[in-house]
């Protein structure tokens, strides 16, 4: 199985900050990776898909980039509702794994 | 407006049985292969099993395989998992899904049901 690896786990960051999040697969799924978003008691929502693609209604302070083994999600400027758990997630298989999460708090 | 609704999760003695449904309304769903994803505190988010548009292929994750089995009715936009000889360690939120796949990126998540395997 190909084991999906975020960091950090946990991010202390205030509105307005540049956050950046690493997923690292470990093989190449060349960019079939995805980043969602998910708040307690929600089911995750899909922010990116094919590692750089934002999905429609998406924010544009999302981004996604990488290809091959090392993926980045950033969010430009932390807005107040972006406080959440993020999660990668690659499809170059059929046995899809989520890296670990890594969630988002108030400094 | 997409909806994915599951429904048939509970409380259930170890190796017991349950099988969970989920309906989907306000999109193709023959078109669209169908996942069930389940999530602990522990274990984060963990992929369980997949089923092809048209039912003809599955696959499992190695910790269900053997003793889940996914299914679907198109006819009826339902999806279903059966889910025999039940452990502790299968107590989670179970979602059905539609994922990003290669040619799309697919349609979202239900709201998930809680299924607890205790005695």
């Known amino acids: 199985d190909i084991q999906m690896t975020q960091s950090p786990s946990t991010l202390s960051a205030s509105v307005g900050d540049r956050v950046t999040i690493t997923c690292r697969a470990s093989?190449?799924?060349?960019?079939?990776l995805a980043w969602y978003q998910q708040k307690p008691g929600k089911a995750p929502n899909l922010l990116i898909y094919?590692?750089?693609y934002l999905k429609s209604g998406v924010p544009s302070r999302f981004s996604g980039s990488g290809s091959g083994t090392e993926f980045t999600l950033t969010i430009s400027s932390l807005q107040p509702d972006d406080f959440a758990t993020y999660y990668c997630q690659h499809y170059s298989n059929y046995f899809r794994t989520f890296g670990q999460g890594t969630k988002v708090e108030v400094k | 407006e997409v909806q994915l609704v599951e429904s048939g999760g509970g409380l259930v003695q170890p190796g017991g049985s349950l099988r969970l449904s989920c309906a989907g309304s306000g999109f193709s769903f023959s078109n669209y292969w169908m996942h069930w994803v389940r999530q602990t505190p522990e274990k984060g988010l963990v992929w369980v099993s997949h089923i092809t548009n048209d039912g003809s292929g599955t696959s499992y994750a190695d910790s269900v395989k053997g003793r889940f089995t996914i299914s679907r009715d198109n006819d009826k936009n339902m999806l279903y998992l059966q889910m025999n000889s039940l452990r502790a360690e299968d107590t989670a939120v179970y979602f059905c899904?539609?994922?990003?796949?290669?040619?799309?990126?697919?349609?979202?998540w239900g709201q998930g049901t809680l299924v607890t395997v205790s005695s």
């Open positions: 094919k590692a750089s």
């Open positions: 093989q190449s799924i060349n960019s079939w």
């Open positions: 899904a539609s994922l990003p796949e290669w040619s799309y990126y697919g349609v979202g």
